[in-house]
């Protein structure tokens, strides 16, 4: 399934998701880390604040294994909704912000 998701990055977190994305560490996860960097790259931070991406998952609950492995170490709040495939969300690319944190 494909999912919108919305979620804010912790603060003081940035720095180290940045260096796991640009390391491969979370590329090299199994089953799933090539879809999460590939989502975080996806991703843009909007003018409110909150970060914003397309994901696709087949666990039973919403992202469960990625939040279990990546997700819930560097986002709170973070809110699911199904979508009939990846979308473009309106924002700055997260990933040039996680590289101003680095």
Same mark, same amino acid.
């Given at each position: 399934?494909?999912?919108?998701?919305t979620? @804010?990055?912790? +603060?003081?977190?940035?720095? +180290?998701?940045?260096g @796991?994305?640009?390391?491969? %560490?979370?590329? %090299?996860?199994?089953?799933?880390?090539? +879809?999460?960097?590939?989502?975080?790259? @996806?991703?843009?931070?909007?003018?409110?604040?909150?970060?914003e991406?397309?994901?696709?998952?087949?666990?039973? %609950?919403?992202?469960?294994? +990625? @939040?279990?492995?990546?997700?819930?170490?560097? &986002?709170?709040?973070?809110?699911?909704?199904?979508?009939?495939?990846?979308?473009?969300?309106?924002?700055?690319? &997260?990933?040039?912000h996680?590289?101003?944190?680095?």
């Amino acid at each position: 399934m494909y999912y919108k998701v919305t979620a @804010r990055l912790m +603060e003081g977190k940035g720095s +180290e998701l940045f260096g @796991r994305i640009q390391d491969g %560490s979370i590329a %090299s996860q199994e089953p799933d880390g090539q +879809e999460i960097v590939a989502a975080m790259k @996806r991703a843009v931070v909007k003018d409110t604040g909150e970060i914003e991406w397309s994901e696709t998952c087949y666990c039973n %609950s919403p992202l469960a294994h +990625e @939040r279990k492995t990546v997700l819930d170490h560097y &986002f709170t709040g973070i809110e699911t909704e199904i979508v009939d495939g990846y979308q473009q969300h309106q924002g700055s690319p &997260f990933t040039d912000h996680l590289a101003n944190l680095a």
